[in-house]
């Protein structure tokens, strides 16, 4: 199993970034996927969710109408649509499967002026 992310980088306040996962090594559509991200000096967290078939998706309260997850399942690949970034926003961005408990390398995002 394996999990790549892109898309990371120094965005503004305000700004957009989108991030992707390709994964590989596994049923992609058949697998619920998550993406977490981790702060400096804080815990990982879970930033949102979306099921395998029904493509239905979960926010965490900080992110949420910010932030949207989707998924590709032809091209087994997760992405994070980011907006209105804020400098909280600023984080290692991490992809994750539960069912195999495997995660990606990160993907740093900073948003500075």
């Known amino acids: 199993v394996q999990l790549v992310e892109s898309g990371g980088g120094l965005v503004q306040p305000g700004g957009s970034l989108r991030l992707s996962c390709a994964a590989s090594?596994?049923?992609?559509?058949?697998?619920?996927m998550s993406w977490y991200r981790q702060a400096p000096g804080k815990e990982r967290e879970l930033v949102a969710t979306?099921?395998?078939?029904?493509?239905?998706?979960n926010y965490a309260d900080s992110v949420k109408g910010r932030f949207t997850i989707s998924r590709d399942n032809a091209k087994n690949t997760v992405f994070l649509q980011m907006n209105s970034l804020t400098p909280e926003d600023t984080a290692v961005y991490y992809c994750?499967?539960?069912?195999?408990?495997?995660w990606g390398q990160g993907t740093q995002v900073t948003v500075s002026s």
């Open positions: 979306i099921a395998s078939t029904s493509g239905s998706s």
């Open positions: 090594g596994f049923t992609f559509s058949r697998s619920g």
């Open positions: 994750y499967n539960l069912r195999f408990n495997a």
